[in-house]
C-alpha cells in the first residue's frame, strides 16, 4: 500500500484527480484503511476525515471499571488498560475545540456501556480522586455533546438508564431521524421527538428490566404519529404494553415497516395497532408467536398494502389472501409443546405443513417472486411442491438446517458438531452419478443434485441464496467443485444469474460466471 501511495504522489495524481473521485474511492474501506490512507499526505487527510468521523462509538465507563482503575488486581492488567485508553478518548474529545468541528460531520453515533450495567455519576468518581484523573466523567456529559451533531441522523444507545436529562439531550438534536434503544432503561419523559425510525429491543432470554411498563406519556413522546416510518419492538415483557399505546395515539399514517414480538395472548392487540396503520407495506413477526392467531376475523380493510411477510405459517391465511404480498419469509420453526415455556421445546414442520403454507401464499393479489424458507430440510418432494405451487419464483433463500441421514451409517449420539466435520472431511465424492453420497443437507450435495437434474428449480429464478440455520458464517470454500457445478446449473435454467453459498457468491455477467469470496474479497472467472 505504501508503494502505490508513493507512486500516486510522485505521478501527481493526487492533484489531477478531482477531491469527489478519490472520496468515492475511499468511502468502500473500512474505518482502519481509512486511518491508514489519511496518513499518508494531508491531501487523502483532508479527503477522508468526513468519511472516517462518519460513523463514531463511544464506550461508557460504568462504576466496576473505574474501580478496577483504581483497585487493579493481577488479572484485570488488559482490562484496565483498555479502560484507561478509552477515558482518555473520551477526555480529548470533550476538551479539544477542533472536536466541535468534527461533530459536525458524524451522521451515526453508537453508545454502548463497559463493565456492569449501573450508571457513572459525578459524586462517585470524586471519591477515586477526580484531581488524579480529571479525565473520567460521568456518562451524561456524552450526550451534553449530541445538540452539537448538526448532521447527526442515527443514534444507536446500548444499556443505558435513558433519565430526564438524557432525553432533553436527545430532544436537542436538530436532525435526529432513527432511534435504536436496546437493554435500555425508559423513564417517562415529556420530551417529545419527530423520529422516522425507533427501535426498542429487549433480549427476551434475559430477566424482565426492573423498571415499570411504558407510559402513555413516553409512548407519545417517542411516537409521532406523523413522521413515523420504521418501527422495530423486540421486547417480549413491554411490546403489548408499547403496542397498546400506540393504538390509543390513532392512526399512524406513514408506518411503512413493522418488525414485533408479541405474546400469544396479545395478538388481538396486534391487530388492533395493525387496523391503524394503513400505509403499511413489510410486516414481521418475530419468533415466539408462532401458535398465535387473533380471535376475531381480520377485516379486508387492515393492511391493504401489504406487500412483504416475515413470520410463522399460522398467519400466511389471514394476511395475504386478497394483499398484494409477493415477498414471503417463512418462519418453519415451532413450538412442540402449547404449554412449553419459550424456547422449550422447538421442533420443524414436516413437508405437509410447508406444502399447505405455500399454497395460502397462492391467494396473495399479486404472484409471489422472493420465498425465504428458514430452517428449511431439502428433499426432492419438498422442491417439486416450491416448483409447482411457486413457478414464477425470481428469488429463493433456503436456511438449510444440517441434520445427519440416518441412513449413512452415521452415529448420531455423537455431538452435532463431530457428526459434521466427519462429513464434510470424508464425504468426497469420487463417482458423480452415486446421489447417496450428496446428502441434501450439505450445500455441496444440494448443488450437485440440482446440477445433475434430480432437484428442481423454479424456470424463471434468477438469484439462489443458500445459507445454514442459524449459523452466523456459512463457509462454502470449495471452488474447483463449484466452479464445474455452476455452469450446468447455469445451463439447465438461463435465468439464473446469482448463486450465493454463504461466504461465496457466484454472479453472471453475459455467458460468464465469477465467484467472490465475501468475506476476504478474492475475485475469479470462468
Not at 437493554?183 to 417529545?192: E, F, G, H, Q
Not at 411490546?239 to 413493522?258: A, D, I, M, Y
Request: one cysteine or more; aromatic letters at 8%.
Amino acid at each position: 500500500m505504501g508503494q502505490l501511495f508513493g507512486s500516486l504522489q510522485k505521478s501527481k495524481y493526487t492533484v489531477l484527480l478531482p477531491p469527489e473521485l478519490w472520496h468515492h474511492c475511499w468511502s468502500f474501506l473500512v474505518v482502519q484503511d481509512l486511518l491508514a490512507v489519511s496518513s499518508t499526505c494531508w491531501s487523502f487527510r483532508s479527503i477522508c476525515k468526513d468519511l472516517v468521523f462518519k460513523h463514531i462509538t463511544t464506550t461508557i465507563p460504568y462504576k466496576r471499571t473505574v474501580r478496577h482503575i483504581f483497585q487493579p488486581r493481577y488479572e484485570d492488567t488488559a482490562r484496565i488498560g483498555r479502560a484507561r485508553r478509552l477515558l482518555l478518548r473520551l477526555h480529548a474529545f470533550q476538551s479539544d475545540s477542533d472536536a466541535w468541528e468534527v461533530l459536525r460531520l458524524v451522521e451515526t453515533w453508537s453508545i454502548k456501556a463497559f463493565g456492569s450495567p449501573a450508571p457513572l455519576y459525578e459524586g462517585e468518581i470524586m471519591q477515586y480522586g477526580k484531581t488524579t484523573f480529571p479525565f473520567v466523567q460521568p456518562s451524561i456529559s456524552i450526550f451534553l455533546t449530541l445538540p452539537s451533531c448538526k448532521n447527526l441522523r442515527v443514534l444507536s444507545i446500548s444499556d443505558i438508564h435513558m433519565e430526564e436529562e438524557r432525553w432533553s439531550a436527545l430532544v436537542k438534536i436538530p436532525r435526529l431521524e432513527c432511534l435504536n434503544m436496546e437493554r435500555c432503561n425508559l423513564s417517562s419523559t415529556d420530551k417529545s421527538m419527530n423520529l422516522k425510525v425507533v427501535s426498542i429491543t429487549y433480549e427476551a432470554h434475559l430477566d424482565p428490566p426492573p423498571v415499570p411498563p411504558p407510559t402513555t406519556q413516553l409512548i407519545s413522546s417517542l411516537f409521532d404519529i406523523q413522521h413515523l416510518e420504521r418501527l422495530t419492538l423486540l421486547d417480549l415483557t413491554f411490546s403489548s404494553s408499547f403496542l397498546l399505546g400506540l393504538v390509543q395515539l390513532g392512526q399512524f399514517e406513514n408506518l411503512k415497516h413493522l418488525s414485533v414480538i408479541v405474546p400469544e395472548t396479545h395478538m388481538d392487540t396486534l391487530f388492533a395497532f395493525l387496523s391503524m396503520t394503513p400505509s403499511l407495506t413489510s410486516l414481521t413477526i418475530s419468533n415466539f408467536s408462532t401458535m398465535a392467531k387473533p380471535s376475531k376475523p381480520v377485516l379486508q380493510s387492515v393492511i391493504p398494502n401489504l406487500v412483504a411477510y416475515d413470520g410463522f405459517p399460522t398467519l400466511i391465511s389471514i394476511l395475504l389472501p386478497g394483499r398484494p404480498v409477493n415477498a414471503v419469509c417463512l418462519r418453519m420453526n415451532h413450538r412442540t409443546d402449547p404449554q412449553a415455556s419459550l424456547g422449550n421445546p422447538f421442533g420443524v414442520y414436516d413437508n405437509n405443513v410447508i406444502c399447505k403454507a405455500l399454497d395460502d401464499c397462492s391467494a396473495s393479489a399479486r404472484v409471489v417472486h422472493d420465498l425465504m424458507l428458514s430452517p428449511f430440510h431439502p428433499t426432492p418432494d419438498s422442491m417439486q411442491d416450491i416448483v409447482r405451487i411457486h413457478p414464477n419464483l425470481r428469488h429463493l433463500r433456503l436456511d438449510i438446517l444440517r441434520t445427519p441421514n440416518i441412513n449413512m451409517s452415521v452415529d448420531v449420539d455423537e455431538p452435532m458438531s463431530l457428526i459434521m466435520d466427519m462429513l464434510a472431511d470424508t464425504m468426497a465424492v469420487r463417482d458423480s452419478d452415486n446421489f447417496s453420497r450428496h446428502p441434501l443437507f450439505l450445500i455441496s450435495g444440494f448443488l450437485n443434485w440440482i446440477a445433475n437434474g434430480h432437484l428442481p428449480l423454479p424456470a424463471k429464478l434468477e438469484t439462489l441464496h443458500l445459507h445454514y440455520y442459524q449459523r452466523s458464517v456459512t463457509v462454502c470454500g470449495d471452488v474447483t467443485r463449484q466452479r464445474l457445478l455452476v455452469p450446468k446449473i447455469s445451463a439447465a435454467y438461463p435465468a439464473l444469474r446469482e448463486i450465493e453459498m454463504g461466504t461465496t457468491r457466484w454472479w453472471r455477467e453475459g455467458d460468464y460466471w465469477t465467484h467472490e469470496v465475501l468475506r476476504y474479497r478474492v475475485i475469479g472467472h470462468i
